[in-house]
């Protein structure tokens, strides 16, 4: 799988860098950046127990939405895949893409 993240970051060169992130589930989260200008980088995914996980459907939607919040406000790619994931993890646990009432996650 780490050698597909590089070739699609590498594929068909634009003008800027690109980068790529590939989830796995509870696999870890691989990221690469184009031409290997940065280390590839894999960030392990915390781990949930079976009875918690209610409904998967909108877990990709979330992790991109904690993503991105956090890629625009400048944070650092570790903290920008953690936000990602509790987003998604959290809306795993509920039936349908929403979030708990109470969220305990500092937003940025």
């Not at 691989?30 to 031409?35: D, F, G, P, S």
């Not at 991109?64 to 990602?84: H, S, T």
């Not at 994931?85 to 809306?91: H, R």
Request: charged fraction near 20%.
């Amino acid at each position: 799988m780490k050698i597909i993240a590089q070739k699609l970051a590498d594929w068909q060169p634009c003008h800027r860098p690109r980068t790529v992130i590939i989830t796995q589930g509870k696999n870890p989260i691989i990221v690469a950046y184009t031409n290997e200008r940065l280390p590839m980088e894999t960030y392990t995914v915390p781990v949930l127990n079976d009875d918690e996980i209610v409904d998967t459907n909108g877990a990709g939607d979330a992790f991109v939405g904690g993503f991105i919040a956090y890629r625009l406000a400048c944070k650092p790619m570790a903290e920008c895949i953690k936000a990602a994931t509790f987003a998604a993890q959290e809306v795993i646990k509920q039936s349908g893409c929403v979030f708990p009432k109470e969220n305990p996650m500092k937003l940025v």
